[in-house]
């Protein structure tokens, strides 16, 4: 641990307290990094710093709504090369499971596995600390990790189900996967290479695209309809693996009523949070840990004497992979 998080002590016997019992969370791509997940915005291995062969006219039109309408084959095209590659299963057994209809809930699908900081919020609720957890991750690793439903909120969408972008007809997220993945076996357009991986609505035959929240889409009504509340009962906001840049969660860390208690545990502090004030007054209000997210959960219950604890609803969860992540 640095010397810049010395006072992460006061914050430990914060949350020890009995006061702490409202923990609000807010989560981003940096979560998952440790799970084998790219983020979006590091250099180099982000995902954005990765899409210069896909020819967009910026990096976050892959992400656009209008840009899908008007040129969805690249969209499609990052899904199938990208961000649906399975990391510990094979293609074909992806699709052995697509064809058994097992439930899809995100990339765990895919062999992906939960870390440790997806099991936090979790082992906090089952303390009878969290209040809620509000995540823009859309991979769903913290459902796999335990989480219960009405304690999560994925502030971007998710991979569960599928829609029509045009008449809004929903969809088993199983059978658009298989279009997505392996192609329209119907197709008989050999030109279109790329287009047969485009699902298409069997009613008014527009693009189906999973129920993730791209640029120019509201944000679920669960969001609006819980955050308000959320926030001004909050005593502490734990702010992990995001840089703050996409509205409106960005602004949850200065919605938060004045004695809530702020975490910051990132790579860096994020602009929007440069006037968080750091110190090591006993009282002092925000706390950081610059570093690495892994790192952090491993000292933070070391220092809350709950490591035995925490280690054993890692190991009570079969989707816990113990051989990459202890």
Not at 311 to 318: G, H, I, K, Y
């Amino acid at each position: 641990m640095s010397d810049s998080d010395h006072n992460l002590k006061h914050l430990v016997d914060f949350v020890k307290s009995d006061d702490c019992k409202n923990i609000v969370y807010l989560t981003g791509a940096g979560l998952s990094v440790a799970a084998s997940i790219p983020d979006f915005r590091s250099p180099g291995s982000g995902l954005y710093s990765q899409l210069a062969k896909y020819d967009l006219p910026f990096p976050e039109a892959i992400f656009t709504l209008d840009y899908l309408k008007t040129e969805p084959r690249p969209f499609f095209k990052v899904c199938r090369e990208m961000l649906f590659s399975p990391k510990e299963m094979t293609l074909e057994e992806v699709k052995q499971d697509i064809e058994n209809e097992v439930e899809f809930n995100g990339m765990g699908n895919f062999g992906y596995t939960p870390v440790k900081g997806h099991f936090l919020p979790k082992f906090l609720d089952d303390k009878n600390k969290l209040c809620r957890y509000y995540t823009q991750n859309i991979d769903g690793l913290e459902s796999d990790a335990g989480l219960s439903a009405d304690k999560l909120i994925q502030v971007h969408g998710h991979l569960r189900t599928s829609s029509c972008i045009g008449c809004n007809k929903k969809f088993n997220s199983n059978e658009v996967l298989s279009t997505m993945l392996f192609g329209n076996e119907d197709s008989n357009n050999n030109d279109d290479e790329d287009g047969k991986y485009i699902p298409k609505c069997d009613e008014c035959g527009d693009i189906i695209k999973p129920d993730c929240v791209l640029f120019g889409e509201g944000l679920p009504s669960v969001f609006f309809k819980n955050i308000e509340k959320d926030l001004e009962n909050c005593d502490l906001l734990i702010v992990m693996g995001t840089s703050l840049q996409v509205q409106p969660v960005a602004s949850m860390i200065h919605q938060v009523n004045d004695n809530c208690k702020r975490l910051i545990v990132n790579r860096e502090i994020p602009e929007s949070a440069s006037d968080f004030e750091f110190t090591n007054d006993p009282n002092c209000r925000d706390f950081k840990y610059l570093g690495d997210i892994e790192d952090f959960v491993d000292d933070f219950v070391e220092m809350c004497d709950w490591k035995d604890e925490f280690d054993a609803l890692l190991l009570s969860n079969p989707k816990y992979n113990q051989v990459s992540n202890l």
